[in-house]
């Protein structure tokens, strides 16, 4: 690349820049993973992290923003995965540079910027340059004229290069309902020479022609109308800018390429690939589809990884999973047979690191995390690719060509191969594979292995009931519109009239004693089992003291409605009955300790192995806190030592908690922690730890202490691992803490006095101990050498000459196997020539032979091993080794002195020469 160019980092720096010094507020990318938006497997334009101040529920301390925004276009309406690798401009993963305005610029300036950064900065020629804008071609919606003239006053714009398109091309909607509004793209004319179309007949090289001639370079898209129905549109009160620009793409154009996979972005990928298969240049532009999907996938996953998607089995983590063994075959294609990814996304992370610290933070995890998954998927891939060949080979003889979703399904659950992979393979032979058949398969897979389960809780005719319960005291005016009144924050014990008893799905007036039954109160101060804090316990008492129920659930069976669950242990419990419900309060302060205690793990597991470590799972219950997370590897005893160090420090520096209540967008753009697949309503509760300048930040409707010293103290009890790429730590505190402190001292004094030690001098005692041990251990094989070795003297006196040959067939009584090839070597040293062996004993009344024959006899037709088998074969066993040296054992040591007896005969039968 000549170096007059600019690089890829610059164009990107430029732009922001430029936006800057017009009164934007530069942001940083949101994640990949969208924040609070459950329709969307990741984030895949820039106005992602913007949809709710569009949609007027969330607004911004800045009205000016620009940004580079991280999006993944791999599932969904949005899928490229298919056309990556075929062509020049499609990817995965892919930066999208925006400009926006909220309620704050319109037209006029965002056509003029737009203008000046491409032709005054970028200085592309004006004269290349065209612009589409709206005009209805259903004729409903006014032309945006508003647009067309800005383009007009532009200086150089030449006034037929603004050209008006219809719906499909310039009027932008976010859903079917909703803001929407007129758009205007910007497209550069590259030259007749980039006209892929010119043979086809019927072409006509135009702006929107379909050809490689003009590349739409920017989007901007203004935000005027709000959708109510498929024909009402109504104006917004405030109007906004959104412009989506493909870095890729104005890169390839600035650094004057003809694909984006040769702009310095993706070109050192290549180049790296290239290396690593030992290509030519000649070799690489002949097959050059490989080197596209690889530089794309590595690209694609180092990023997932790094915003904590590590591969998996569902969800997102399915889909680094399925890029990256999507790589790794595309890998084997051109003789990359073994895990290579990770020096490829090693490549990602010095290019792209600079501008996306993530990357660097979480290099190390990135790389294993990559290599391990190439490593597991190589193990499956032959025999998964044979069992698909087998299956398409079948497929062609019978005349179809589409594989079954069951059967796509039964490769990736028995054998690792992503559905992706099994359709590229089938095309490649011209089949296919039933993708809507592979879903359902899947879906019916994960209800037989119970993953479905928890669907059938909230179901059906139970909330129905308890809605009817509710809403007949709603008439009544016994209980308010929004149900029963929750707060598990302020107090320990309140007061009430019951409102309804249910038993076993039933309304009822009176329970009596041993009675299991629901009790709904008009409010409560019980937590309800949420975000892994598992729910309060306790005792409701009736105020004229007849009665006693002890409460050992709660449940929130629908919307608005609490009940208290539990056994009635004295009396008979009324409906309209004055009662106080009083919590279990020591176990709930246990809970309050295990829940902050988790707080601070979390933070201090971010700090200590990096950004991607993020809450998977979670349980806080009195007695232990469990806290699963995303981690490629094993926590080292060093890295648990330090998380504990500091969790324990910040107990000590007994922080306040500040708890607020705030609009989500504005906790979330704050930096506080959510928890992915967690439902947030538009107010939160947050939870800060730290001051000012908080360690710990997060979303959180749980109970917490006031202070963090109240914690006491935080001890990590296990580590271990619970699905691929997820790690568990299990934790006490407080009471519990102290238990297992106070056990392991008992532990230890007790072994102390039973070793004659003070507890601090255990361990040079133990190690002496251990010595002496060994000592004694090496003192009884010796004595044990000496005593076989005393046998084997002995028995030497009765070996028989046999034709000249010296015969040794014998039971050693004492020796192990060892012991025996010891002796039989001792044997041949004292018998270099013309001698034979056989040496057995019988250990736990399994015997053992060891045959052994010296070098020259070999020559005259004896072999140890046909020795062996001739004794171990009576014994029910067999053996093998060398012609020199076998081994054999067996079952049946009865037979064993009549098997020896035959070795002469053997000897002399075999002897030739
Ligand atoms: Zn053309
Ligand atoms: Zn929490």
Known sequence: MESNKPTGAEIRKTFLEFFEEHGHTIVPSASLIPGGDQTLLFTNAGMVQFKDVFLGTDNRPYTRAADSQKCMRVAGKHNDLEDVGRDSIHHTFFEMLGNWSFGDYYKKEAVSWAWQLLTEVWRLPKANIWATVFRDDKGNIPQDDEAAQAWHQQHGMDSSHVLFFGRKDNFWEMAETGPCGPCSEIHLDRGIKYCDKQDVPGHICRVNGDCQRFLELWNLVFIQYNRLSPTELEPLPARHVDTGMGFERIVSVLQDVDSNYRTDLLWPLIM??????????????????????????????????????????????????????????????????????????????????????????????????????????????????????????????????????????????????????????????????????????????????????????????????????????????????????????????????????????????????????????????????????????????????????????????????IVHVGKVSKGHPQVGDEVVAMLDVQRRRDIMRNHTATHLLHAELRKVLGEHARQAGSLVAPDRLRFDFTHPEAVTPAQLAQIEAGVNQHILGNYQLKINYKPLQQAVSEGAMALFGEKYTDTVRTISIGGDHPFSYELCGGTHVDETGDIGICLLTSEGSVAAGIRRIEAVTGRKAYELVQARFNTLNHVASLLGSAPDHLPEKVSSLLDELTAARKLIVASRQLQVSAEFAQKLQQARLVNGVKVLAAKLGQADVDMLRQMADRFRQQNPLNGVVVLASVTDTRPAVIAAITEDLTTRGLNAVELVKFVATPLGGGGGGKPTLAQAGGKDASKLDSALEKVESWVSEHLKG
């Open 272 to 561: 790296t690939t290239q290396e690593l298969a030992g290509y030519s240049d000649e070799q690489r532009e002949q097959n050059f589809t490989p080197f596209r999907v690889i530089a794309d996938h590595a690209r694609a996953a180092a990023f997932l990884i790094a915003d904590g998607v590590v591969p998996g089995n569902l969800g997102r983590n399915y889909i680094t999973r399925m890029i990256i063994r999507r790589a790794y075959r595309f890998g084997c294609k051109i003789s990359l047979c073994e895990p290579f990814l990770a020096r490829v996304a090693d490549v990602v992370i010095n290019t792209y690191g600079d501008f996306y610290s993530e990357l660097k933070r979480n290099r190390k995890s990135i790389l294993i995390s990559i290599t391990r998954e190439e490593e597991q998927f190589q193990r499956t891939l032959d025999r998964a690719s044979m069992q698909l060949e087998y299956l398409l080979n079948e497929l062609e003889k019978s005349g179809q060509n589409v594989l079954t979703g069951a059967q796509a399904a039964d490769l990736y659950t028995t054998y690792g191969m992503p559905f992706e992979i099994t359709r590229d393979i089938a095309r490649e032979r011209g089949l296919d594979v039933d993708e809507a058949g592979f879903n359902r398969s899947m879906e019916e897979h994960k209800l037989a292995s119970g993953a479905g389960k928890a669907m059938g809780d909230l179901g059906g005719e139970d909330v129905e009931f308890y809605r009817h319960i509710v809403t007949n005291l709603q008439h009544q005016g016994v209980l308010p519109e929004a149900g029963v009144d929750y707060d598990p924050y302020s107090r320990l014990e309140v007061g009430g009239r019951i409102l309804a008893l249910i038993q076993n799905g039933i309304s009822i007036d009176q329970a009596g004693p041993g009675d299991e039954i629901e009790v709904l109160l008009p409010e409560t101060c019980f937590y309800v089992e949420s975000g892994g804090q598992v729910s309060d316990t306790g005792m409701i008492v009736s105020q004229d003291g007849t009665w006693e129920m002890e409460v050992q659930d709660m449940r929130r069976p629908a919307a608005g409605v």
